[in-house]
Each structure stands twice: as structure tokens, then as C-alpha cells.
């Protein structure tokens, strides 16, 4: 790679970035001035809530058989915290209200007339007010304290005239102590959040330059008049590479400065006890490792530039990926969940997870180190990845491909298939989430098996036309093959778990995710013949028709077979959408996927893959880990390799996947 002529380029792209001004204003302004924005819209919030709080007289009513006895104890307690000190009766005392007179209460709150109204019948007081009006929201949350104030009270009042004259705070008292420091508290809020957004900002600033430098050109016919110029496919590869991952890095040298004007040097009011750590060795540490994810991110979103046709078809793909980064993202937010654990593995959420560490002052440098390694190494990968993209002729020159669309048939399901399989992933994550009659475990996995699996397999081959045969590799093997089938459920199953402990002893798994993760695997109450249906025969038939059947046959042509087993087992991973069950779901659609790949079938797959999950599921119930001992792994790990050999052995090569 020649390096003036990558510089050259590399000025020529920023340059053609800064004359944009869109690009400018949402790539770089935007990204710089939301972060003050935001803390001065939550600034402004507060100090509106609280002069409305405090300058506002709010208006109720009381009703009902006890109506004169909760007057008299509301007057009551307004009278004794005049007289106290504290925060409670300070707030309080600055909560201003008058009873009105009205002949219809529902009626009068519905109309804004009074903020709310008290139904007092025998000891129950029903506090009524409306939830989507911040006033009257605000003025139920302080009579609820004077409610409890009171009530309080006058227990006390009851317990003196029967004799009880002790205060009964007297009788024992409760304290608490917090160990944590302000720094670390913050740091902890800080550290869930700020690895998502900043790929939120990542993901929406350097989209605009991404989409441009590829799509854009592409749309323009900019991009083939520079294909035609001296300078090699590399070097323009890299140099819009390089444009994008600046762009990034930019974004986040922008975070980082605005956490330090705006919450370092407190130039805006800052909530009490808000106190963020940031010694310049955390602040490097943390920028050492946005870097990688930066330069991931602008790999990312090269790809979808440089795959896209048009402008407008990038930002349609775009918003998919968007949404699927966050779900990584978000690793940090979830509880039990410690960067010396296998998340440590799995791009960007590594990277949330040990954000939250660094900042809460408790960084665990051995691990930060991993992370940084898995990063580098994901961002590396892909940036290779981006530029092979980017030097086959028909996604740089479009005409390439066109005849794909209108012959149609397998071709077209070559080239579509992977958009069927995003759409049937966004259908199962929007279902499980927003349909409540879909919750429970028997239903959603009917829906997901039944109608998501093998309803778009089904529909894939009559809109295509597909042979079945063909597509979905229903084709016979050598019975060798299922002699080592049966051999490799045990001792697969057994090797995994002998792996996973092993992994667990230098990096433990919380035990809560633990738990959770056997709870989602294996519901608790269902009969044993219900278990092996759900969970054993009905996955293994479905999921291997659709990713060891179809995708596995619109991709076999496009990649090379190491690829094509990391990827499917991958976005198998994916599928289940749980994060912490994406890691060992992915190996085991590694497996399956090379065993399709060697037998060129998918039925040894389906045996596998039923006979793992039964196995998971009796071994569950009939003894115990804790009687096998590290010979018996040893044995099943050699047993599986060579059940595997075997398999290799009596491989199809006629079928092995060949990429154009």
C-alpha cells in the first residue's frame, strides 16, 4: 500500500466530508452539542418542577363517612412540622394546598378544577388523582407523605392513651450505612449508560458520512470516476476507512469533552451527591477503549454504504444494524453481570460492561486488557472484511448484479436471503416483546418455531421457487455418519459443560445468570414429554430447515466455509435473543453448521441438535455434575473430536461451499 497516495486520498475524503454541510451539522454539531443540551433540558426540567412544586397552590377535596377525622388529622400534622427540622418537613412545609368545596370531585379533577381528592371511608383514604397531569401527579406524591406523617402520628397519639407513653422510635432504632462513596454511585449511573450512548452517537453521526462516501457517490457516479484514476483499490479502500473511523473517533473525543466542561468543571448545577471520579488515567484507559469500538462501528457502517445501491436504501438498512448494537450495548444495565466472566468475549457489550467498571473506580486491568484484544481484534476483522467488500466489482459497480434481479429464482434467494432472515429476527424480537398473549414459554415457542421458522421457510421456496430438495439439503448420508451422530450427542453435551467449567474457573459466571439462564432453558412444572417436544424435537426439526436448510443454501456460494459456519452460527446465536445465552447458542450453531457444510445434509444436524437439548434436559433431572470428574471430560472431549473426524472423513465435496 503506498502511503502518500493513501494520505492524499485520506485529506481528499475529510475534505469532501467538511464542504458537506449537512454531513458537518449531523456527523460532527449535532453529536458535539447534544450532550449540553441534554443536562441543560434535565437542568431546566428540574428547576421547573420545583418552582412549580413550590409556587403552586393546589386545590382538593375530601369526601366520604371519616371526611371531618382526616381533615382534623391533616390540620394537625401541618401544625407540628412548622415547628420541626429536616428535609421531609422542609419539603413538606413548602407544599401549599386549600380544601375546596365541590359538588361533583371525579368530575372537578377531570376538569383541572382541584388537583386531587381524598375519599375517606372508615380507616381507608383513597388518594385520587390523574396521572398524566403533572400537577396533580406532583400534588398526590406530597399529601401521600402528609398521609403517612399523619398516620404515624397519631398511632402514637392511640398508643399514649392506652398507657404506651414511650415514643415508639424509643424502642429500637434503624440506621443505614451506605459503604459506597458518591464517586463510586456515580460512576455506577455514569458507567450503565455511557457506553450506549455513545454508540447512539457513533451509530447516528457517522452514518451521514458513511452513507455519503459510498451510497453516495455510488448515486452521484462519483465513485467509478475514481476507480478510473491512478490510485489503487487499497488505498481508496483504506482512506474511506480511515474517514469514517475519524469521524467516530472524533464523536467520542467530543463525549469526553463535554463530560469534562460539563460535569467535571461543574458548569452546570449538578444533582446532590453527583460526584464522577475522573482521574486522567480513567479518562485514557476508557478512550484506549472507545477506539477499537469507533473503529468497529465505521467498519459497520461502511459495509452497509458499500452494499447499499442508493443513498436512500443504506439509511433503510442502517436502522436494523442500529438497533441490534444496542442490545450489546445495554450488557452493563443488566444485573449480576461482571466483566471477569465470559462477556469479556462478546464485542461491545464487553466494552459497556467494563465502562461501568472503570468509572465506578473498581477496574480490573487483566480483563480491560482482554477487552481491549477482543475489540482490536473485531475491528480488524471487519475492517478487513469492508475492504474485500469493497473490492468486488459487483457491490463498487452495481450492473454487476442486476441480472440477479431479473432472472429471479435462486440467484435473487442468494442475494435476498439475508434480508429474510433480519426481517424474521426484528418479527420475533418485536412479537416476544409487545404481545402479551405470546409471553407465556409454550406460545412464544410455538410462534417462533412454527410460524416464524418454518412459515418464511415455506414462504422463501414458493416466492423463489426453490427445489426443497436442494434448498433445504434434504439429502441422504452414509450411515457412518449417524454412528458418530450418536456418538457425539453425549460426548458433545459432556465436553461443553467440561469447557464451560473450565472457563467458569478462571472467569466465573454470576450465579444469577446462572440461574436465570436454566430457568429461560428449562421452564420448571411441564410434564417430561412436554420438555422433550418444546425443547428437543420441535427446535431441532424447524431451526435446522431454516438455518442449516436456507441459509445455509443462499449463502454456501458467497463465502468461504470458515466464514460461512462462524456466520451462520452467529446470527443463529442471534436468534435467541437473550444476551447471555447468545455465546454458547452460537457454538453450538458453529457445530451444526460445519456438520451440514461436511455431510451436505440436513438431517444429521436435526439428530444432533435434538439429541444435545434432550440430553441437557434428562441430565438436568437425573444426577449431578458433581460425580464426573476431569477424565471423564477428557474422554468425551476425544470421543467428540473423533466422532467429528469421522464425519470429516466421510465429508461430500462435491457439495463444499464454493464462493463466485
Known sequence: MNGSVLRILFLHELKMLVRARRTVVMAIVLPAVIMPLMLYAQKYSADRRERLLTGTVYRFAVS?????????????????????????????????????TVVDARASLDNDDIQFYLEAAGPTVDVVYRGDRIGSDMAHSRMMQLLRLARQRDSQALLADRGFAADPKGIFAA???????????????????????????????????AMDIIAGEKERGTLETLLTTAAGRPEIVAAKQLAITSVATVITLMQGLNFLIYIKLKVVALPKNFDLQLPTGMALTLLVLFIPLAATIASVLLMISAYAKTYKEAQMYFFPVYLVSLVPALASVMPGISLRSAIAFVPLANVSVAAREI???????????VTFGVMAATATYLMRTSARLLGREDIIVRAHSEPAEFIGGAAL?????????????????????????????????????????????????WVYRLNPKEALSLRPVKPVVWLAILFAIPSGNLTALGIFQLVNKVIPAPQQLLERFAQDVIPKGMPQ?????????????????????????GLRRKFRP???????????????????????????????????????????????????????????????????????FLAAFTIFGLALWIIYRNRVESLSPQRH
Open 529 to 553: 414429554w412436554q420438555l422433550l417436544l418444546y425443547i428437543a424435537i420441535l427446535p431441532a426439526i424447524c431451526e435446522e430447515l431454516a438455518f442449516r436448510g436456507m441459509l445455509l443454501s
Open 64 to 100: 366520604g363517612e371519616s371526611a371531618d377525622r382526616i381533615r382534623r388529622l391533616i390540620n394537625q400534622t401541618r401544625r407540628s412540622i412548622d415547628l420541626e427540622q429536616g428535609e421531609e418537613v422542609e419539603a413538606l412545609r413548602q407544599f401549599r394546598f386549600v380544601e375546596a
Open 359 to 369: 468509572l465506578m473506580g473498581r477496574p480490573d486491568a487483566i480483563m480491560i486488557a
Open 562 to 632: 470458515a466464514a460461512l459456519i462462524i456466520g451462520i452460527g452467529l446470527i443463529f446465536g442471534l436468534f435467541h435473543v437473550t444476551l447471555y445465552r447468545i455465546a454458547p447458542t452460537a457454538a453450538l450453531g458453529m457445530i451444526l453448521t460445519a456438520i451440514a457444510v461436511m455431510t451436505g445434509s440436513v438431517f444429521p444436524g436435526m439428530l444432533l441438535h435434538a439429541g444435545n437439548n434432550a440430553l441437557s434436559v434428562l441430565t438436568g433431572n437425573l444426577f449431578s455434575l458433581d460425580v464426573v470428574r476431569w477424565w471423564h
Open 413 to 461: 434467494f442468494e442475494k435476498r436471503v439475508l434480508r429474510w432472515f433480519a426481517l424474521m429476527w426484528v418479527v420475533t424480537f418485536a412479537v416476544a416483546v409487545n404481545v402479551p398473549a405470546l409471553a407465556t414459554f409454550r406460545r412464544q415457542l410455538l410462534f417462533n418455531e412454527v410460524v416464524v421458522m418454518v412459515g418464511a421457510t415455506l414462504l422463501m421456496l
Open 175 to 209: 440506621t443505614e450505612s451506605n459503604i459506597a462513596t458518591n464517586g463510586e454511585v456515580t460512576g455506577s449511573m455514569v458507567g450503565r449508560f455511557i457506553t450506549l450512548f455513545l454508540v447512539m452517537m457513533m451509530f447516528t453521526g457517522g452514518a451521514v458520512a
